[in-house]
């Protein structure tokens, strides 16, 4: 009789009223946004020992193993220092060339490569992704960190060159941190763009790697942007001037070297640098959110 009642209740209901009388959900539906933060933030220790792991295992092959994270930089800025320095000559106007040339070249590559492996962070997953239940976040905050933690032995080899050169230390040193600090919530929102990005258009893997030659040409990392203002239309030479990769290379040259040319103003950097972290670190995550029940399907 009991069973009876109970079918007598639910008769003339639809799904979705069957489903909230009794209690249930759909599985695999994307939870509330503040949900999913309390999600990220509960699975904090595994996306660390995850950045780790993966950080360890990057040059488990080579012969140098991780020093190749400090050779890489080193190696690209020994070229470009002969190409743009010496045969092209850009170093001309520019004060202490060599360790302008290396902070560009270490912080552009921070970026890079957290780009790189965000566009591929959920494509390359897909077993994890479909083996494991987590907030699929993880991933692109996991290459963050990751390369965060790499960056901090280029940070120390960028240092004794700063030095080596002639540069003083001073309490301005101490605004790496806070330029840093910024930059790493741009790059793991962006990462997170491209990570629902690349999930669905799977050629930018391809494609991205052009797209960041072409940035770092606009980013200052190789001469001074200020050749642009005198080549390019106004609206171009300011977009220049916005560009957020410049901006945080600019704070990091700024806080490093004492006679470095700003494209802006440093209090307008700054500005610039919190409106980027802010837009691009919320976002990106809300970006990425919207997707989260799409990722590994298909």
């Given at each position: 009789m009991a069973n009876t009642a109970v079918a007598d209740a639910d008769s003339g209901l639809t799904r979705a009223q069957l489903a909230a009388r009794h209690g249930l959900s759909v599985a695999g539906a994307r939870p509330t946004l503040a949900a999913y933060v309390?999600?990220?933030?509960?699975?904090?220790?595994?996306?660390?020992?995850?950045?780790?792991?993966?950080?360890?295992s990057a040059f488990s092959q080579a012969r140098l193993g991780?020093?190749?994270?400090?050779?890489?930089?080193?190696?690209?800025?020994?070229?470009?220092?002969?190409?743009?320095?010496?045969?092209?000559?850009?170093?001309?106007?520019?004060?202490?060339?060599?360790?302008?040339?290396?902070?560009?070249?270490?912080?552009?590559?921070?970026?890079?490569?957290?780009i790189l492996?965000?566009?591929?962070?959920?494509?390359?997953?897909?077993?994890l992704i479909r083996a494991l239940h987590f907030p699929r976040a993880s991933l692109p905050i996991a290459v963050t960190l990751t390369q965060l933690r790499n960056l901090f032995y280029a940070m120390a080899v960028l240092v004794v060159i700063v030095l080596v050169t002639g540069e003083p230390i001073t309490l301005d040193w101490?605004?790496?941190?806070?330029?840093?600090?910024?930059?790493?919530?741009?790059?793991?929102?962006?990462?997170?763009?491209?990570?629902?990005?690349?999930?669905?258009?799977?050629?930018?893997?391809?494609?991205m790697p052009f797209v960041m030659r072409t940035w770092m040409y606009g980013s200052g990392v190789l001469y001074s942007v200020k050749a642009f203002e005198q080549n390019l239309p106004a609206v171009l030479a300011h977009l220049v001037n916005v560009n957020p990769l410049l901006i945080y290379i600019e704070l990091v040259r700024h806080a490093l070297l004492e006679n470095?040319?700003?494209?802006?103003?440093?209090?307008?950097?700054?500005?610039?640098?919190?409106?980027?972290?802010?837009?691009?670190?919320?976002?990106g995550f809300i970006y990425f959110w919207r997707g989260e029940q799409e990722y590994g399907r298909g």
């Open positions: 309390k999600q990220v933030w509960f699975y904090r220790h595994f996306i660390t020992t995850y950045a780790n792991a993966k950080a360890v991780q020093m190749w994270q400090v050779l890489t930089p080193l190696t690209n800025a020994a070229v470009y220092y002969l190409i743009f320095g010496i045969i092209i000559g850009t170093s001309r106007n520019v004060p202490n060339f060599i360790a302008y040339l290396c902070v560009g070249v270490f912080v552009f590559n921070f970026a890079q490569l957290v492996g965000g566009t591929s962070a959920i494509t390359g997953n897909l077993g101490l605004l790496v941190i806070p330029a840093m600090v910024l930059m790493t919530i741009f790059n793991a929102g962006l990462a997170m763009v491209l990570a629902r990005l690349g999930s669905k258009l799977t050629d930018m893997k391809q494609i470095t040319i700003l494209t802006s103003s440093a209090p307008r950097l700054w500005l610039l640098a919190i409106a980027w972290a802010v837009v691009m670190g919320v976002g």
